[in-house]
């Protein structure tokens, strides 16, 4: 993979081109940030900036005003190749707190290893109601410790609004949920987003989370995409380079409550 390629093309198609990511939102270009706006409910942030040393102070400035002007708390998503160098440091005095890094994987679908094999008695379901997400839900709460009711939200609204867009996925041992990841995917793109995924502590290391990776990239390979993207933890990254991903970047979440 010619990984500065790849990455460039990434920026252009999911963040500097970026589509809203829920009904309701809209995407905006001021001068060298593209941000997002959610509707009622939903993330707000900024998803590419193009700045340099003599602007970027300014250009944070401006995104605080604009956000608190909307009543609204946001993260700017910070990646590692973003100018200027120091710009995280500028966000930290700005007022923003770091999150913990993750790292930008992404694989070509044609060079990754794909096996979905379950454990006995375990078998994979769409969520494509309010009661399939409630399963998700239940997961994420139980592996991650948060709230669940954005995800909730989410999901629900993206099923009813664009269902073909997104895929949510749920492994059942009998009736109990024990893993859950989604699928996002851009009409047209290149690259479909893997996010969520999570299995319960009991039931790791019996390859629950590979086989959802290869589950969501058959969907997204059928769907016409090339890449799979994953903004992965600590934990993850070795399953992900094992199956074939390659890491690009790093990637911050820098949060402004107000």
């Given at each position: 993979m010619d990984h500065a390629a790849v990455l460039a093309r990434y920026d252009l198609e999911?963040?500097?081109n970026a589509r809203p990511d829920a009904p309701g939102a809209r995407i905006e270009r001021a001068g060298a940030v593209v941000r997002q706006v959610a509707g009622e409910r939903g993330w707000n942030g900024v998803v590419w900036s193009g700045l340099d040393a003599a602007g970027a102070d300014r250009a944070i400035a401006e995104q605080i005003a604009?956000?608190?002007?909307l009543g609204r708390d946001f993260e700017w998503k910070l990646y590692g190749h973003d100018g200027p160098e120091d710009l995280?440091?500028?966000l930290i005095a700005a007022g923003f707190r770091a999150e913990d890094p993750e790292t930008l994987m992404v694989g070509a679908i044609a060079d990754l290893t794909l096996e979905e094999r379950l454990p006995d008695g375990v078998r994979l379901v769409r969520a494509a109601d309010a009661a399939g997400v409630d399963l998700v839900v239940t997961v994420h709460e139980r592996?991650?410790?948060t709230d669940?009711?954005?995800l909730r939200d989410h999901l629900l609204a993206r099923l009813a609004a664009d269902p073909g867009t997104v895929l949510a996925v749920v492994a059942l041992a009998a009736d109990e949920p024990?893993?859950?990841a989604r699928l996002e995917?851009?009409?047209?793109?290149d690259f479909a987003g893997l996010w969520g995924g999570g299995t319960v502590a009991e039931w790791r290391g019996r390859g629950l989370y590979r086989a959802l990776v290869a589950h969501r990239t058959r969907v997204a390979a059928a769907h016409g995409c090339r890449h799979v993207q994953v903004d992965a933890s600590a934990m993850?990254?070795?399953v992900l380079e094992r199956l074939g991903l390659h890491a690009l970047t790093t990637t911050t979440p820098y949060l402004y409550e107000r």
């Open positions: 999911m963040r500097q604009y956000f608190t002007d995280g440091e500028r592996v991650f410790g669940g009711t954005a024990v893993a859950s995917l851009v009409p047209g793109g993850s990254r070795p």
